[in-house]
């Protein structure tokens, strides 16, 4: 089943919110994507019954399997990207909202390269670490 983008998103925001919060509701998902919050309880709802994530009745949300492992997927090409824009000199703000719209349309060869590139040059170079 393809995935789109926007919930590739939506995954990403709760896996990143709940490693900063501890808990994830759909105000949080709201603020952090600047989405209205009927627009988040619509997408939840399709998250939910796609499989990929739960709520519990106090309106916790919580990934799956199959959500975590596309949210930690393109979380690690979000910081690859970010890491690899700053090291290009953009700022860091700039890199992140960049690699936020590439993470999702990168073939897996291309991304394959950047991140063994990003790992081979931090590696040489531990000022950019």
């Known amino acids: 089943m393809r995935v789109y ?3 590739e998103d939506y995954l990403e925001a709760i896996l990143v919110i709940g490693q900063r919060r501890g808990v994830v509701r759909s105000i949080d ?3 952090e994507l600047g989405f209205s919050k009927p627009s988040v309880s619509v997408a939840m709802k399709k998250l939910r019954e796609s ?3 739960e709520m519990d009745p106090d309106g916790f949300i ?3 399997p199959a959500g975590r492992e596309i949210a930690e997927h393109i979380y690690e090409r979000h ?3 970010t890491d690899f824009f700053v090291y290009l000199g953009v700022d860091e703000e700039t890199a992140s ?3 936020c719209r590439v993470e999702h349309d990168l ?5 394959a390269r950047i991140k063994e590139h990003v790992r081979r040059t931090m590696a040489a170079d ?3 670490k």
Do not use: M, Q, V, Y
């Open 107 to 111: 073939s897996a060869e291309t991304f």
């Open 97 to 99: 909202a960049d690699a």
């Open 126 to 128: 531990p000022a950019e």
């Open 5 to 7: 983008e926007s919930a």
């Open 62 to 64: 919580r990934l799956l």
């Open 79 to 81: 910081r690859t990207l």
């Open 51 to 53: 499989g990929r994530i």
């Open 29 to 31: 998902i709201a603020n």
